[in-house]
């Protein structure tokens, strides 16, 4: 390979790799949650109830995921940085709305009593989760505030060395929980809570020592208003993809014995999320680089991608996935054998992610992310109609639940790049004039 091949890998390797792993540490931290609770008693139960709470409060902490890029993109000037904090403020007070409604009132305890067939103890124990968890819409939109403004600046060796302390922080305090015998919910949820008010009061700390301006000022006239024109597309995208398993646990909850299929698939998806979010991080990556030299970036999002899906591969279909399920989180019985179906199912997300994750790159460069939005309703509309239709047909369990996950995304891919066909797109335009990094 040329010298001159080599050294733009070697810059987007160093850029790349701490988002891998800052990445890496918050699926980490799913892995110990599910660990953690695997070893109280009764086990599957409190594995579906914190599956159906966290994957209800997901659907609102969604809606912000998407704000590292937008800072990544707007903030260029004095004047974009205080509307744009201003508009994350903003918007985590307004999304806690909703949590809250769910977790005290009485309507909200009959919506979630209808939308997962619950009740009981089961229904407490969600409602009490979410009692939990609602400061932590708040807490993580000023994380990605930071956590935006800190890629930027190129400093994502910063995130690295913050995530650790998050995660350190996080497996403490669960392991104390469960020595001191703590309730499941209070261990997950103070864990959560502590480990992410910690890693914002450290990472605003760092951010004022380390960020700059860029010296060339953009954006200096922006208004909430174009903000929300870039952000409810991606917004959409993320809210669409939290309600991925929402949507299968409420037909999967209607059948009988369906505590250990959606332990399972909450397993299994955790797992598979430690491959899938790698992936989700060239989207800083096309930002970055993706305008100068796409097809180098082409070239290493393929490279990763193969990485990933023989990783996946080779923990489903080896003596290594028993080991990480079995001996390091606990995870026995049924619930063992069909989280491991779940994962060979899940092999072929990378594939179709990194194809996305392309277009998607490409979409927020240009700034045009409807296509975004639109290709994530497609997702979740598959996803909807073939759990249906696998409900009806008697055919619904932990593999087919796993593939229409797969299946969505394929649509979903196949949506988000027919409409970027488009001759307008700026990477097109200038891969035609045969645009390349600099050397």
């Known amino acids: 390979m040329r010298m001159t091949q080599f050294k733009p890998n070697l810059q987007y390797w160093r850029f790349y790799w701490p988002l891998v792993i800052t990445g890496l540490s918050m699926m980490l931290v799913r892995q110990f949650q599910n660990g953690t609770l695997a070893r109280y008693q009764d086990a599957t139960r409190e594995i579906a109830i914190f599956a159906l709470a966290s994957s209800t409060f997901f659907l609102f902490h969604s809606i912000h995921l998407f704000l590292p890029q937008l800072i990544n993109v707007y903030v260029r000037s004095r004047e974009a940085k205080g509307v744009c904090f201003r508009f994350t403020v ?13 977790a005290y009132s009485r309507p909200g305890e009959a919506g979630l009593s209808a939308a997962f067939h619950i009740e009981g103890a089961v229904l407490d124990g969600v409602r009490f989760y979410l009692q939990m968890l609602a400061p932590l819409i708040l807490i993580n939109a000023l994380r990605h505030f930071n956590t935006g403004l800190l890629v930027q600046a190129r400093r994502t060796g910063v995130l690295t060395v913050l995530n650790a302390i998050y995660l350190s922080t996080m ?24 480990s992410a008010s910690m890693d914002l009061v450290l990472s605003t700390w760092m951010r004022r020592r380390v960020y700059r301006l860029p010296e060339r000022a953009e954006h200096t006239g922006l208004t909430t208003g174009e903000l929300l ?4 597309p991606v917004a959409l995208t993320s809210t669409m993809f939290a309600l991925n398993r929402p949507i299968l646990y409420s037909f999967l909850s209607r059948m009988p014995d369906a505590e250990p299929v959606i332990a399972a698939l909450r397993v299994g998806f955790d797992f598979t999320m430690l491959f899938h979010n790698p992936i989700n991080q060239f989207r800083h990556l096309f930002i970055t680089f993706g305008k100068d030299d796409p097809g180098g970036v082409r070239r290493f999002m393929t490279g990763i991608m193969v990485i990933m899906t023989l990783s996946m591969v080779t923990v489903a279909g080896t003596p290594l996935g028993m080991f990480m399920f079995r001996d390091l989180l606990g995870v026995e019985g049924s619930v063992l054998q069909m989280a491991i179906g779940v994962i060979w199912i899940q092999c072929l997300i990378p594939v179709v992610t990194t194809v996305r994750n392309y277009f998607h790159g490409i979409a927020m460069i240009d700034r045009k992310t409807k296509k975004m939005g639109a290709g994530a309703v497609v997702r979740n509309l598959i996803v909807y109609f073939g759990a249906w239709a696998c409900f009806n047909l008697g055919w619904l369990n932990h593999i ?33 004039r045969g645009g390349q990094s600099p050397r």
């Open 400 to 432: 087919s639940a796993s593939a229409l996950i797969v299946l969505g995304f394929a649509v979903e891919t196949a949506t988000v790049a027919f409409l970027s066909m488009s001759p307008e797109t700026s990477i097109r335009r200038q891969e035609a």
């Open 90 to 102: 903003g918007l985590g007070v307004i999304l806690s709305l909703p949590v809250l409604f769910f």
């Open 229 to 232: 024109s870039f952000f409810w």
């Open 171 to 194: 497996v403490a305090i669960l392991i104390l929980g469960f020595c001191l015998q703590w309730r499941p919910a209070v261990t997950l949820s103070f864990a959560q809570v502590l």
